[in-house]
């Protein structure tokens, strides 16, 4: 399957419920490089890039997010895949 990326930004109650670590578990667990951090307005902002597959169903997933989260929506957009990333990160 072909080569995906997509960025996201997560809006609902995502910071300070595990969000980061969930995602980086979910996109670690399909093989998708990219990063996860918290924006200052409190949302979360996620960058994967990998099979076009897990791209579709790390964003599935990202709906859903941790138990204590509640997700209220997700704007997301297709984008090109970066040599940049070789693994997905959790960022500060």
């Not at 995502?14 to 918290?38: I, S």
Request: aromatic share 10%.
């Amino acid at each position: 399957m072909a080569e995906k990326a997509r960025h996201m930004i997560i809006f609902g109650r995502v910071q300070g419920v595990g969000y980061r670590y969930f995602a980086c578990r979910v996109a670690q667990e399909k093989n998708l490089c990219g990063y996860v951090r918290n924006l200052p307005e409190g949302e979360v902002e996620v960058w994967v890039q990998g099979d076009e597959k897990a791209v579709n169903e790390i964003t599935a997933t990202l709906q859903e997010g941790p138990p204590w989260s509640h997700v209220t929506h997700i704007e997301a957009r297709d984008s090109a895949p970066s040599p940049e990333w070789n693994r997905f990160s959790i960022l500060r």
